[in-house]
């Protein structure tokens, strides 16, 4: 019987999500495989948590792809972009707190593309006098991924309903970034 690498990630990825300091034991209890079928197939944490990266980062370009940014306002654009990303979104939670993935060289390319496309929004949003211009591109990026990430948890642990998680995530981000008329 072949191992389900999609189902042992997704489970993976649900638990961390919801428990980041799993063991894993306990994450190849939740995928229903063996302890030694997980350690065949990822040597360690480390092993797992770089496959989870590539998840994501698959997943975030997909998002990017979706939320089709070049079309209509940036704001529209933003708001279908939340939504994309939010099947996703406990995934990018416990990514964003794995701080390896972010440091030194051996950082993966994927999420400096990601960053890119997300900034030019921003940047795009900036120059047709959408967005305010004393927020850089970069950080309303930081800004759009900590928030994604809150919201995640805040939905994982019930204190928000996730009909309400795009919702929330666009309406402070933007009601903080859109430019105010001048009176």
Request: glycine content about 8%.
């Amino acid at each position: 019987m072949a191992l389900d690498r999609d189902h042992v990630l997704r489970s993976a990825a649900a638990l961390l999500t919801r428990k980041s300091t799993a063991t894993m034991d306990e994450v190849a209890k939740a995928a229903g495989i063996s302890r030694a079928t997980l350690h065949r197939h990822f040597a360690g944490r480390d092993a797992l948590v770089r496959a989870l990266e590539a998840l994501g980062i698959a997943e975030c370009e997909a998002a990017l792809d979706t939320a089709r940014l070049d079309e209509d306002s940036a704001g529209e654009a933003v708001h279908r972009l939340v939504r994309a990303f939010e099947p996703s979104a406990g995934l990018l939670a416990f990514l964003y707190t794995e701080n390896q993935l972010f440091e030194g060289e051996e950082q993966n390319q994927g999420w400096a593309r990601i960053d890119e496309r997300v900034t030019a929004l921003f940047r795009r949003g900036q120059e047709s006098g959408e967005f305010r211009i004393d927020l850089t591109p970069v950080w309303l990026t930081e800004a759009l991924y900590g928030l994604l990430a809150s919201g995640a948890w805040a939905v994982s642990e019930g204190r928000v309903a996730p009909k309400d998680y795009t919702h929330m995530i666009v309406e402070l981000l933007l009601g903080g970034a859109l430019r105010r008329e001048e009176p």
